[in-house]
């Protein structure tokens, strides 16, 4: 059996893992991500690797990281909590640091790539996952791989034009109007509140204890929620669209979604449009990460072959 260590980077905190290559968990824990400094990021993860490696030899190193990734140059692109991946090669100063073969890949890409390999899109090859928290990021994956695009903005789904686009340059996108932060934002103007006074939780127990201005909001963000997944259905017509982030395990979450959707279709014959839950919640980009590094591998060792 091989091992692995298998980090997601986020901006508040590194979820790591020891892994083995059929997606099994040694041992799982987390540490506050480093806000400021790339050299304390790279302690940290040298520390973790250095740890593991007192169990089992690693055969490399899997991580889950915000922003534009680019898996073949290492850079990353975009805008993210965490400035300084912003510029270095991130890759090549990972591999330098650990003395590991390296691979990583977006975070929702990643909760992409662990719903194809051993989650609720196992059975199927084109899919989207669409990761719903403060703002809407996503994945499309076809033929079992991640599309990234020219400029590595596939599944940025979040920034699609939803409403207001006549009276502003740009109007306002799906994410600020779909996603909990959008929520909280549409609910805390209604209500005339200040919105880091509320939660997406916070939210929903207002609603469902028969505040009907707040009703009111729940009920267009679930309908805008909708519009958006019913139009990316019509775009790609995936197999199966998948929903993760933290809500989509609220209890009647995925159901409310479906509900709307089917009072969208004006023709029962016409193609169907529904949602499943992604499976794997929290350990998604980790076990995403894992399945991403096997693949970069496998596939730069059948080119040395051929070479």
């Known amino acids: 059996m091989n091992y692995y260590a298998v980090l997601d980077i986020g901006g508040s905190s590194i979820k790591y893992a020891l892994m083995d290559e059929i997606g099994g968990f040694i041992r799982k824990s987390s540490v506050p991500t480093p806000k400021t400094s790339l050299g304390l990021l790279l302690d940290t993860v040298d520390f973790i690797v250095k740890d593991y490696q007192k169990v089992h030899a690693l055969q490399g190193l899997a991580i889950s990281m915000p922003g ?47 719903e194809g390999w051993l989650g609720a899109a196992e059975a199927v ?73 509320l939660t997406g939780k916070k939210v929903f127990e207002l609603a469902e204890n028969g505040d009907e201005e707040v009703r009111v909001e729940v009920d267009k963000f679930f309908k805008r929620l909708a519009v ?47 949602v499943e839950r992604c499976q794997f919640g929290n350990d998604s980009n980790l076990i995403g990460a894992l399945y991403h590094f096997l693949q970069r591998q496998s596939k730069e060792t059948n080119r040395e072959r051929v070479e």
Not at 89 to 110: G, H, I, S, W
Not at 234 to 249: R, T, W
């Open 228 to 274: 958006g997944i019913y139009n990316l259905q019509y775009v790609m017509d995936p197999e199966k669209i998948l929903i993760g982030g933290a809500i989509s395990s609220r209890e009647g979450f995925i159901e409310r979604i479906n509900e709307t959707l089917h009072q969208m279709k004006q023709d029962q014959d016409s193609l169907p449009v529904q």
């Open 125 to 197: 090859k084109d899919y989207l996952v669409i990761v719903i928290g403060t703002g809407i990021g996503g994945a499309v994956v076809l033929d079992k791989k991640i599309r990234h695009g020219k400029n590595r903005f596939a599944g940025e789904f979040g920034y699609m034009v939803m409403e207001d686009y006549l009276e502003k340059p740009v109007g306002e996108t799906w994410s600020s109007l779909a996603a909990i932060g959008g929520l909280i934002t549409q609910v805390a103007k209604r209500k005339r509140l200040d919105p880091t006074t």
């Open 68 to 114: 534009a990734v680019n898996v073949e140059t290492g850079y990353i692109k975009g805008i993210t909590a965490l400035p300084y991946i912003h510029g270095p090669n991130m890759k090549e100063l990972l591999q330098e640091r650990t003395k590991l073969p390296v691979e990583f890949e977006n975070d929702a890409n990643c909760a992409g790539l662990a």
